[in-house]
């Protein structure tokens, strides 16, 4: 674009201010939103390659699940080459440690056990200390930077002295020194931890791990790879020469996955993975949007344009070629995608922290001093601005200047077809996001009120430490007024874990089955409201401790008519089935109803539920704050946590909470964006109209009588993109509630909002400058006829 073309631009942009203003508005929404998600994407995209041995790392599988045995790293290590280093990661009792530095409070801390080559396979940035050989011996630690302040503030932590505590009494303590400080892990890594203990120190505090060093799979094993070791070959080497050695009972299918994409796959290893669906829907929506945000550019444009046609005829008819034409209305174009840009970025780093204090995903700030980022941006705005602006440029080079003789320039390059089709799918796309909206807010609403069979009300759930005596904290417990009852279990009802395997034995015939596993005392049914439909519930008689009582669903399953003559047996002990109850949701309602089986057990009981009485929100509070002295009184080193279990059931479904959100967000932009265009369309065609509706007014013609001649188009046009939008979401959030066991009908009612939504946003957006136009004085209009 050339100075004269520049100066040209301005000039129109001047005359054409709220056209101008409108076009740069919905662009620059439309961008603000393809910026933000840009960022997260990109953020997501990039994890763990901060590693400089990426390309190298592996994560070592045994029947394609990450959880391995204690000894399988030692193995490895001693029997194959083509490897630098191996290491194992005990990440499964990351939240059951506490870290306490002198007389200082406790603090809960994310720790990982592992050993010395940890840190010489994956890259980290060092704060003080040294990472050599940092884990090679017991009693180590090294933790992050932020860590290191919390217990430590300003001091210097290395060679410090910190206690580390468990808060389940068969995992121990241990006083530990403090090796080294390392940056705090990005926030798109796989590994996340605040603390890392050398593993030699959980051999000392756990004297069971080399007990059952075949028998639990709780590490993760990591391995770097010499240059061009095929990884493919190596895992074919390990299955077969390992398989000697290993214990028969114990799978031997290696394979190693690239570490470079365990972040998006779930390998079960207790760390942080990203959502590659939350992208796929992130990026269709910024996609969408940002389309609606074009299409509005292309329409505003073309209904812009009849003010400039004498221009171009003038210019045809002095001899300007067509391709110098183009040339002006695509720099005008990108122009205009240059401003909505910058209004993009200002708007897109506005509302970044709003976002991320609404907990939906985490984004990164928005890089505004990197001069890769702005040529990134720069880049994109020229595409977009070449984009929406080639087919109004080429419509104008295209017209004949003899038409202004004739009249009918203006209706020839109306373009009426193409501006409602544009439109059209522009509400197709609203509508579509306002019903999946909808949906998602009425699946999440029917999981959130459904009786899930056990009681939520008033039941808050409390993490145990080794320091308490179950039997002192209950008798404490029970004497606060509104407390009603007390029960010790190991999980609590929402989050019982599943796959637990064991010898069932009913008339004479041993049969392995499988099923959710719960470990409870006798106070657990009843706190839980759950009902008991054959034989009896616990009592607090020793004899019942190991026995079990099974939920409809496992009676079933494991083909038992009178489930009291059946029992479990494995290494000696036998576990005798004592009673039914009635199936209730023990995991979220994505699931059926599985198996389960509750065990009455007195130890292996990780948490305390309490019940406490009705009342508002002072009341409830003083029976916390007399819940908290107790717990003080028993467990002074650890501090008191505890969550309501109606919350932490609410938290089974944080990741349809996030889409909602994103959709209702999605659908307000969408909406707007559309809006924004259908104010400039509506605002042209009444210009271009004026003197038919001054001709209209002087003949009789009522306001009502023009109005509706104005805006019967746009209602016609929404109600055709509701047509084709309503089995597009119908079929989509189809497929999306398949991935519940309980879910809603897609009622008719939900599309019906949806369209009428959508069809009363339009009509306020179009009926002010209707009324508006309706309503001026016809004089006005036919004063120059």
């Known amino acids: 674009m050339n100075f004269l073309n520049l100066k040209t631009a301005l000039g129109n942009f001047r005359k054409n201010k709220l056209l101008s203003a409108l076009n740069i508005a919905?662009?620059?929404?439309?961008?603000?939103?393809?910026?933000?998600?840009f960022n997260y994407t990109y953020q997501e995209f990039q994890a763990d390659k901060y590693h400089e041995n990426l390309e190298d790392i592996y994560v070592v599988q045994n029947n394609n699940a990450s959880h391995?045995?204690?000894?399988?790293?030692?193995?490895?290590?001693?029997?194959?080459?083509?490897?630098?280093?191996?290491?194992?990661?005990?990440?499964?009792?990351?939240?059951?440690?506490?870290?306490?530095?002198?007389?200082?409070?406790?603090?809960?801390?994310?720790?990982?056990?592992?050993?010395?080559?940890?840190?010489?396979?994956?890259?980290?940035e060092v704060v003080s200390g040294n990472l050599k050989n940092a884990l090679s011996e017991p009693q180590a630690i090294i933790l992050t930077e932020s860590e290191s302040k919390r217990l430590f503030a300003d001091e210097n932590p290395i060679g410090k002295i910190l206690a580390l505590k468990a808060n389940v009494d068969y995992l121990g303590e241990s006083l530990v020194e403090v090796k080294a400080v390392i940056k705090d892990l990005p926030e798109n890594s796989n590994i996340q931890f605040k603390a890392a203990v050398s593993f030699a120190t959980a051999r000392k505090m756990m004297f069971w791990i080399d007990q059952c060093i075949w028998s639990c799979q709780n590490v993760q094993n990591y391995v770097l790879l010499e240059n061009g070791q095929d990884p493919e070959h190596l895992a074919e080497q390990m299955s077969e020469q390992l398989r000697p050695i290993i214990p028969e009972d114990v799978d031997c299918e290696f394979s190693l996955l690239p570490y470079d994409e365990v972040y998006f796959y779930s390998i079960r290893d207790n760390f942080k993975h990203g959502n590659l669906k939350l992208i796929y829907t992130l990026g269709s929506i910024a996609l969408l949007i940002l389309l609606i945000a074009t299409i509005n550019y292309i329409n505003l444009s073309m209904a812009g344009s009849s003010k400039r046609l004498n221009e171009v005829g003038i210019k045809k008819i002095a001899g300007v070629e067509p391709w110098r034409i183009v040339n002006q209305f695509l720099g005008e174009s990108i122009l205009i995608s240059l401003f909505a840009m910058i209004l993009?970025?200002?708007?897109?780093?506005?509302?970044?922290?709003?976002?991320?204090?609404?907990?939906?995903?985490?984004?990164?700030?928005?890089?505004?001093?990197s001069i890769q980022y702005w040529l990134v941006l720069i880049c994109a705005a020229v595409v977009i601005g070449f984009v929406a602006g080639i087919l109004p440029a080429f419509a104008l080079s295209k017209f004949r200047p003899i038409s202004l003789l004739t009249g009918k320039s203006k209706s020839h390059y109306q373009g009426i077809n193409l501006k409602r089709g544009l439109i059209v799918f522009q509400f197709i796309i609203s509508i579509t996001l306002i019903i999946c909206t909808l949906t998602i807010t009425r699946q999440l609403s029917h999981v959130k009120n459904l009786d899930m069979g056990f009681n939520t009300e008033n039941v808050i759930n409390i993490k145990l430490s080794p320091e308490i005596r179950n039997a002192t904290l209950k008798d404490k417990l029970q004497k606060i007024p509104g407390v009603e009852a007390v029960s010790f279990s190991r999980w609590y009802p929402g989050n019982i874990g599943e796959n637990w395997g064991r010898p069932l034995v009913y008339n004479g015939v041993e049969t392995e089955v499988w099923f959710a596993a719960e470990n409870a005392d006798a106070s657990y049914i009843d706190l839980m409201g759950l009902e008991i439909v054959q034989g009896r519930q616990f009592s607090d008689l020793k004899t019942d401790v190991g026995t079990a009582i099974l939920n409809e669903a496992?009676?079933?399953?494991?083909?038992?008519?009178?489930?009291?003559?059946a029992f479990f047996q494995k290494r000696g002990v036998t576990n005798k089935i004592i009673g039914v109850v009635?199936?209730?949701?023990?995991?979220?309602?994505?699931?059926?109803?599985?198996?389960?089986?509750?065990f009455c057990a007195d130890q292996q009981l990780f948490s305390v539920n309490v019940k406490l009485a009705a009342g508002d929100f002072n009341t409830v509070t003083e029976i916390l704050d007399q819940i908290k002295v107790s717990w003080d009184e028993v467990s002074p080193s650890f501090p008191f946590e505890f969550e309501f279990i109606d919350q932490q059931v609410e938290n089974l479904y944080r990741t349809e909470m996030v889409f909602e959100k994103i959709f209702r967000y999605g659908s307000v932009f969408a909406i707007f964006i559309s809006c924004l265009g259908l104010f400039g369309l509506v605002l042209s065609s009444t210009e271009q109209r004026i003197k038919e509706i001054g001709i209209r007014r002087v003949n009789g013609a009522s306001i009502v009588e023009i109005l509706l001649m104005l805006n019967k188009d746009f209602i016609k046009w929404v109600i055709v993109a509701f047509v084709f939008a309503a089995p597009a979401a119908w079929y989509f959030m189809t497929k999306w509630l398949e991935n519940f066991a309980y879910r809603i009908i897609l009622s008719w009612w939900i599309f019906l909002l949806a369209g009428v939504l959508a069809l009363v946003i339009a009509l306020l957006t179009v009926s002010w400058q209707s009324w508006k136009t309706a309503t001026s004085n016809p004089v006005e209009a036919l004063r120059y006829e």
């Open 26 to 37: 919905g662009l620059g929404t439309g961008l603000a939103v393809a910026i933000i998600i």
């Open 68 to 124: 391995v045995h204690y000894e399988m790293a030692s193995l490895i290590e001693d029997h194959f080459s083509g490897i630098k280093y191996v290491t194992l990661v005990e990440s499964g009792m990351q939240n059951y440690f506490v870290l306490k530095y002198g007389n200082d409070e406790s603090i809960k801390s994310e720790i990982i056990f592992t050993d010395n080559n940890f840190t010489n396979i994956f890259s980290f």
């Open 344 to 369: 993009g970025l200002f708007l897109a780093w506005l509302i970044t922290p709003s976002i991320n204090s609404l907990s939906v995903i985490t984004l990164p700030e928005i890089p505004i001093s």
């Open 554 to 565: 496992a009676v079933k399953e494991f083909g038992l008519e009178n489930p009291m003559d």
């Open 582 to 598: 009635k199936d209730f949701n023990f995991q979220s309602l994505h699931n059926q109803i599985k198996p389960l089986v509750i």
